[in-house]
């Protein structure tokens, strides 16, 4: 099956520093997901993105499809941007094969 | 609109006893599924179901059951409980599209088998 590989997989930064962080995957996809998994354990959807970039407020993302890589970018970061952030593929086309998931990269923001 | 919700949250065995883990969704999605993870890990895919009366096995089937009697609901069981399926349990679903679509995840079920 597809592998994913997410790097670096710790990160400690002060606050309001900015961070990149990578999602390379071994096969073609056509589901990209990141998620922000919180303290409390809850995941939380950041950005759907197959292919192409998106911005939604201090983070955005990129995915190059061909080249099997994706990048979530972290600006300006707050404590609370601290957690487990996931990127997650799936190659169903209109199947309903579920998301294979990276091992995360774990973020910690310091005050 | 409450999305993908899962009962209980936290749940306590011991070993050889049994239990079902009730996932609802109020999004009229067509595909469901059940995950696990364990420390340090990603999510894995235990089983999926593409709709009602039908399900399918995932990456880690083996001690699990499931079943999706109603579109809205999926159940995921343990009939004999080990130690080895202490994790947080998660369910998803994503509506069915011509392509891959966004899947949207409960809060989790935090279990140990003691």
């Known amino acids: 099956g597809i592998q994913v590989e997410q790097s670096p997989p710790d990160l400690i930064l002060q606050e309001g520093a900015n961070s990149t962080l990578r999602c390379n995957f071994s096969?073609?996809?056509?589901?990209l997901q990141w998620f922000h998994q919180n303290p409390w354990g809850q995941l939380i959807n950041l950005f759907y993105?197959?292919?192409g970039t998106k911005q939604n407020g201090r983070l955005s993302a990129t995915t190059v499809a061909t080249e099997r890589y994706s990048l979530l970018y972290i600006s300006s970061s707050q404590t609370t941007d601290s957690g487990v952030y996931f990127c997650?593929?799936?190659?169903?086309?209109?199947?309903?094969?579920?998301?294979?998931f990276g091992k995360g990269t774990h973020l910690i923001i310091q005050p | 609109n409450a999305g993908v919700t899962q009962t209980p949250k936290f749940r306590v065995l011991k070993t050889g006893q049994s239990m079902t883990l009730l996932c609802a969704q109020d999004?009229?999605?067509?595909?469901m599924y059940w995950y696990r993870q364990d420390p340090g890990m990603g999510l894995r895919l235990i089983h999926y179901?593409?709709?009602?009366?039908?399900?399918a096995k995932g990456e880690v089937p083996d001690g699990y059951n499931v079943s999706r009697l109603k579109k809205q609901n999926f159940l995921l069981g343990l009939e004999s409980a080990a130690p080895s399926q202490t994790s947080v349990y998660f369910c998803?679903?994503?509506?069915?599209?011509?392509?891959?679509?966004?899947?949207?995840f409960g809060q989790g079920t935090r279990l140990t088998v003691v």
């Open positions: 179901s593409v709709g009602e009366g039908t399900t």
């Open positions: 997650a593929v799936g190659n169903s086309g209109g199947g309903a094969d579920g998301l294979t």
């Open positions: 993105i197959p292919s």
């Open positions: 999004m009229n999605h067509e595909y």
């Open positions: 096969d073609s996809v056509n589901n």
């Open positions: 998803a679903s994503r509506y069915r599209g011509l392509m891959n679509t966004e899947a949207f």
